[in-house]
């Protein structure tokens, strides 16, 4: 596995192209057994702003799974933090944006997804052996449609409306 800073460097470099690209270049759909790229937009759970990452994904039926990895290190990655605070976001896909609201799988269902991920990595389970705490799969469903507000502004790091 390589040395947490080089993914997270990994990860920094993907954003970065995704941003100087004005998103045409970063965000895929999952292919064949495979798994894609999409924007999470989250809200501060502190400040109230817009927070925007490029996070792993597969698809189960409408809903998108992801993987709370934050580089195999330690604690929690903010916005799953934040998306504890608010379950309500959206997400960039290649063909759209859209609102989600997320929770966390449990049982039966964590352990499918779970599969299906190890499906992609044999290793996954020593990864996620390094962190301190499971590692949480996220269930993205369909989200409430939130036109007008906040929510439908493409742009992270602005403040929130009331």
Request: hydrophobic letters at 40%; charged letters at 30%.
């Amino acid at each position: 596995m390589p040395p947490r800073w080089f993914v997270r460097l990994a990860w920094s470099v993907h954003r970065g192209v995704y941003r100087l690209t004005g998103g045409r270049v970063g965000l895929w759909r999952p292919r064949g057994a495979g798994w894609g790229a999409l924007r999470l937009t989250t809200t501060g759970r502190r400040t109230g702003r817009r927070r925007g990452v490029i996070v792993a994904y597969i698809e189960d039926g409408p809903n998108l799974a992801v993987l709370t990895m934050n580089g195999w290190g330690e604690g929690e990655p903010a916005w799953w933090l934040n998306l504890r605070a608010d379950p309500d976001a959206t997400v960039e896909l290649v063909d759209g944006r859209r609102p989600v609201r997320a929770r966390a799988a449990v049982g039966d269902e964590r352990s499918r997804l779970w599969a299906r991920w190890r499906e992609m990595d044999a290793n996954l389970d020593g990864y996620a052996a390094r962190r301190p705490s499971e590692t949480a799969v996220v269930v993205l469903e369909p989200g409430p449609r939130a036109s007008g507000t906040a929510r439908d502004d493409p742009t992270a790091d602005q403040p929130r409306s009331p």
